[in-house]
């Protein structure tokens, strides 16, 4: 199994621009895809974007699309999430996740590992 662990978080003012980090340490960090969910009060963990075991695919919501970059380094175990031009809306806590099995899903239901969360709030 792998660990996770989310760092990079912190208050932005909109418009503003913050990079989220995800160590994962413990078996070989290429053998999972990996995703960032959100939570923000009061709402589900809502999927947001994922990049494919080699990194070569990615997938993003529509509301993130063109905003957000997520980008891995195997070599380093290390995920990333670039996000700019950020609004009120994005304000949420961010998970990165890895799912077991090979497929992808876009449930957080469908992810075995989380890491413990990252706050990011955007204030207007």
């Known amino acids: 199994q792998v660990q996770l662990v989310e760092s990079g978080g912190g208050l932005v003012q909109a418009g503003g621009s913050l990079r989220l980090s995800c160590a994962a340490s413990?078996?070989?960090?290429?053998?999972?895809?990996m995703a960032w969910f959100r939570q923000a009060p009061g709402k589900d963990r809502e999927f947001v974007t994922f990049?494919?075991?080699?990194?070569?695919?990615?997938y993003y919501v529509n509301s993130v699309k063109g905003r957000f970059t997520i980008s891995r380094d195997n070599a380093k175990n290390m995920g990333w999430l670039q996000m700019a031009s950020l609004k009120p809306e994005d304000t949420a806590v961010y998970y990165c996740?890895?799912?077991?099995?090979?497929?992808?899903?876009?449930?957080?239901?469908?992810?075995?590992?989380w890491g413990q969360g990252t706050q990011v709030t955007v204030s207007s």
């Open positions: 996740a890895a799912p077991a099995g090979p497929g992808i899903p876009a449930i957080a239901g469908g992810y075995d590992y």
């Open positions: 413990g078996r070989t960090f290429s053998s999972y895809a």
């Open positions: 990049i494919t075991r080699s990194g070569g695919n990615t």
